[in-house]
């Protein structure tokens, strides 16, 4: 029962790692500069983004259930992880991002002025991504590398110091996040030929998707973010995705090339989709 330990460590390490209630938000949006400004607006929809995870737990679930219960009942530790640790902390994230947005675009706090209905959506009306329960599981993984290049290349743009300590948690929250699913997916993987035929066709048919996907806000925010994917960031997620899996797998099925390019294809058409 390790797999239930580590859950239980992660939990007891993110409960005490950060608080978001002892940031005053209103005081670290009245001292940003001119550039830390533009740059909150620009991650306002990545907010939803986070929120959104509730929604993938959601569809995770409900894909766990349509598999035979031998292999079902060896996903409890992506169950509990996703339900304990993941929505929690990914809650956290995108009320904070939301809150400063939210601020400086209108003056308003979105803490206390978030809807049912916005909520509702991200966590019901959801795009449907995944085939089965493997490649959601990959999914969470694969994103994660992408959030940790994404708010690495996002701090070393920030000016405002207390606004760049907010931006570090949430990559510390995500590299983390990353370590454990690796833990989870590398055991399941070792546990039953069947898992490893299953997550290695997940890699072929879903190695692309982000999980924040599900969100309808998804497109735009990838296109107000993209111009922190620079040449090199871009290099650097694709990257660490393969190391990644040669590091859960050993072999793929697919070429570096051919992963890459997939990636890449996948990933621009999706920006090409705003206006």
């Known amino acids: 029962m390790h797999g ?29 500069t001119d550039n830390d400004l533009e740059i909150v607006r620009l991650i306002d929809s990545i907010g939803d983004g986070e929120l959104s995870a509730i929604g993938i737990t959601i569809q995770h679930q409900d894909l766990v259930r349509k598999l035979p219960k031998e292999l079902g009942c060896d996903f409890y530790e992506s169950n509990l992880y996703g339900f304990c640790t993941i929505t929690y902390e990914e809650m956290r994230h995108g009320f904070i991002l939301k809150e400063l947005a939210s601020l400086v675009k209108n003056g308003k706090s979105f803490i206390e002025n978030a809807t049912g209905n916005h909520l509702y959506e991200l966590m019901y009306e959801t795009n449907t991504l995944y085939k089965n329960a493997y490649e959601s599981l990959l999914s969470y993984l694969l994103g994660e590398i992408t959030n940790i290049e994404l708010y690495s290349s996002i701090e070393s743009h920030i000016e405002s110091n207390n606004f760049r300590k907010i931006i570090i948690n949430i990559k510390k929250d995500e590299i983390k996040h990353k370590a454990a699913w690796i833990k989870i997916i590398s055991r399941m993987v070792k546990s039953k030929d069947v898992h490893r035929k299953n997550f290695t066709d997940a890699v072929i048919s879903s190695h692309f998707i982000h999980q924040a996907e599900v969100s309808n806000y998804f497109v735009q925010g990838a296109n107000d973010v993209s111009r922190f994917f620079t040449t090199s960031t871009y290099k650097k997620v694709l990257e660490d995705k393969y190391e990644t899996l040669i590091q859960i797998f050993g072999e793929l099925p697919i070429s570096k090339r051919d992963l890459f390019y997939e990636f890449s294809e996948y990933y621009n058409k999706k920006i090409k989709k705003v206006n």
């Open 4 to 32: 239930v330990y580590d859950i239980l460590k992660s939990l007891k390490l993110g409960d005490h790692k950060w608080d978001v209630n002892n940031y005053d938000y209103v005081d670290i949006v009245n001292n940003l």
